[in-house]
């Protein structure tokens, strides 16, 4: 019985203790999201990447150059001949529209989805957009870079390339994005 009573007292004696830790760590978590240093569209992503020597964003690319990641936590769309250095995961049709035009509704189509911003292209990005998507949960960084491509007769094709900022793996995430992205696409022309 007096065991019985001891173990009773140590594990209310424990909980207090255990609450408190827990209570601790995420105050602590909550004062470093405070502090850590935010930049538009990147939000606290940024300054984790900071801290831990991540890369931010891995820039605008070249899709004639481009090499994917080791990883299969990336995506791409290109036309037949362009990705040079790279095989993509599905080949991008040609549409009856402008080079400009596709390029404003392909913005249209991804500034429509949840947690997406467009991120800074200078002048020189020409036909290309931009845009960091944030996963639901985790708020894990996705960038995706888009360009358009005149082709015959004034009509265009487009790239996309997709990819994870974070982890090995994406679960498909990037892959979905890209298709989902398409599909919108073609159902509004």
């Given at each position: ?10 594990a209310s004696n ?20 405070l502090l850590l ?143 989902r992205w398409l ?7």
């Amino acid at each position: 019985m007096n065991d019985l009573l001891r173990q009773s007292r140590t594990a209310s004696n424990r909980a207090p203790k255990t609450l408190f830790v827990i209570v601790g760590v995420v105050m602590l978590i909550a004062l470093a999201l405070l502090l850590l240093e935010r930049r538009p569209g990147y939000g606290v992503y940024y300054g984790i990447a900071k801290l831990t020597g991540s890369p931010v964003d891995v820039g605008p690319i070249k899709f004639e150059t481009l090499t994917r990641h080791a990883t299969p936590n990336d995506a791409l769309v290109c036309p037949l001949n362009l990705c040079r250095n790279t095989r993509p995961d599905s080949v991008a049709h040609t549409y009856d529209l402008s080079p400009d035009d596709l390029l404003a509704r392909l913005k249209a189509v991804a500034l429509a989805e949840p947690n997406v911003s467009e991120l800074y292209c200078a002048r020189e990005c020409g036909e290309i957009a931009r845009f960091v998507q944030y996963s639901r949960l985790m708020r894990f960084p996705d960038t995706v870079d888009i360009a358009v491509f005149p082709t015959d007769g004034g009509r265009a094709t487009l790239a996309i390339y997709s990819r994870s900022l974070i982890g090995r793996h994406d679960s498909g995430v990037n892959t979905a994005r890209a298709k989902r992205w398409l599909v919108t696409l073609e159902r509004g022309l």
